[in-house]
């Protein structure tokens, strides 16, 4: 149900740091998008990988939620889901600093 999602959302939004700290450095680039008057491609692909790394750090909030209410107390296994969890994440942030590079550099080396 949407309410669920919006719900959902409003809970990353509000109380998770990193969906916080993504969500700030997406409009810094997005500000900084608009000052380099990026084309309707490099806005996609911007968007793009905005869009790719809150999904992520959503995905690995909520893995890791689970992860602690299932086994509330330090387990190696766990630990390790929880590290994979925080892989794919930092895929994601990997891939959306490569858009960037590609986009960006050559606005500031012309």
Not at 6 to 34: C, D, M, P, R
Not at 62 to 88: L, Q, T, V
């Amino acid at each position: 149900s949407v309410k669920y999602a919006a719900n959902g959302f409003w809970i990353l939004i509000t109380t998770e740091k990193s969906i916080i700290a993504q969500i700030i450095i997406g409009l810094l680039v997005t500000f900084i998008g608009f000052l380099m008057k990026l084309s309707a491609t490099e806005w996609l692909f911007q968007t793009f990988a905005i869009g790719l790394i809150l999904v992520a750090e959503s995905l690995n909030t909520a893995i890791e939620k689970m992860a602690d209410f299932i086994h509330p107390e330090y387990n190696k296994n766990i630990g390790r889901i929880k590290d994979i969890s925080a892989g794919a994440a930092f895929f994601a942030a990997i891939f959306a600093i490569i858009i960037g590079l590609i986009i960006y550099i050559p606005k500031f080396i012309s």
